[in-house]
């Protein structure tokens, strides 16, 4: 048996090495989304239904359906690749320490998701909700808010992002929605917890792993996200994200074409009171080719108290978590692991 030490505590994972199961489609639910656009409430409670059930059994679904147009998908993977493509001193000019609310460049090895590891074999480049370091709430701080920063030498990059960002927040919304129709809450209940979401994209590649590969260095290292809900789009049809399953074995969760992979996160999993319970994932890219990702990180706003809700506590499960605003979760998590961020909040 073998551990990861994650913000909501310790997981379990059978230890397989680098192995993942690879499984028929039918065992990884694949959620159509166009009934949540119904207009008949038993429409939507249907999604509602395969969300839950999804959620509880496996742990993750692929998103069918979900009305984000493939150009705005295509156009992003494509300025990704322009962008990680570009000199290293290019992009070292962005880099994310320089940036005060985590925007930027961060080249390999710079992120240690799973602490126990030796850093993450991947590139990034992050961006969030676009706010100037005017604002009120920016100076006010207890928010990573603040503003995006962009190459200047990448042309066609900034515009590309900010849509694949604006479609995800809509998205989102559609998806917090049919989150609480599943845990039996009203449809808006998440609406006000939404307004000014502390909400990160990623653009992310990964160059293949060759040889021998050391189990402490790998793609992204095991871990859970930190916020609600991860709508995550993977380029191509490179094979490199494992999910762990709810039976704690390491699945294999290939591109479906047209599909986005959604996983549950931190947050929720605080919400819900681990009914739904965040999911653990890694990527190893062995395929030979480069691959890139795009993960959609859906979080509250900063200042919401993540706390229990009063429908998953019981005497047969009392609360698990004890309230902590958004902002001092994802903050903490940031510090565990990126060396950058804890020397800048300490
Ligand atoms: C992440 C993550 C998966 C991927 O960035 O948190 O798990 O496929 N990414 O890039
Ligand atoms: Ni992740």
């Known amino acids: 048996m073998n551990i990861v030490r994650t913000g909501n505590g310790i997981r379990n994972f059978t230890d397989t090495g680098l192995v993942a199961r690879k499984v028929d489609f039918t065992e990884i639910p694949q959620i159509d989304f166009g009934p949540m656009a119904s207009e008949d409430i038993a429409d939507r409670l249907k999604v509602a239904a395969a969300l839950k059930d999804a959620c509880m059994n496996v742990g993750f679904f692929y998103l069918r359906n ?30 994310i320490r320089q940036s005060n609310n985590h925007r930027g460049y961060g080249p390999l090895l710079e992120e240690n998701t799973d602490p126990t590891a030796k850093g993450d074999l991947h590139e990034a480049f992050d961006l969030s909700l676009d706010i100037p370091a005017d604002d009120a709430e920016v100076l006010a701080g207890h928010t990573l808010h603040g503003p995006n920063v962009w190459p200047e030498s990448v042309p066609n990059f900034r515009e590309p992002l900010t849509h694949y960002y604006d479609e995800m927040i809509l998205l989102g919304r559609r998806i917090f929605q049919a989150f609480a129709l599943a845990l039996e809450l009203d ?34 290292g095991a871990h859970s996200d930190y916020e609600c809900f991860t709508i995550l789009a993977q380029g191509g049809d490179v094979e490199a994200l494992q999910v762990l399953n709810a039976s704690g074995e390491w699945i294999s969760a290939p591109p479906i074409p047209g599909a986005f992979v959604v996983n549950i996160g931190d947050q929720m999993a605080r919400w819900s009171n681990d009914l739904f319970k965040s999911t653990l ?35 047969e499960h009392p609360a698990k978590y004890e309230p902590v605003t958004a902002y001092e979760y994802v903050s903490g998590r940031f510090a565990e692991t990126y060396g950058y961020f804890k020397k800048e909040e300490s």
């Open 187 to 220: 449809e808006d209940f998440f609406a006000p917890k939404i307004k000014r979401p502390g909400s990160s994209m990623r653009v992310l590649y990964y160059p293949p792993q060759e040889g021998v590969i050391d189990e402490k260095q790998i793609g992204i």
């Open 66 to 95: 979900h009305g984000v147009p493939q150009e705005v998908i295509d156009a992003t993977f494509d300025a990704a690749k322009r962008f990680f493509a570009t000199p290293f001193e290019e992009k070292m000019r962005i880099h």
């Open 281 to 315: 994932h890694r990527v190893i890219n062995r395929s030979g080719r480069e691959r890139y990702s795009i993960p959609f990180f859906y979080g509250c706003d900063y200042a919401t108290i993540l706390t229990p809700l009063p429908n998953c506590v019981d005497e």
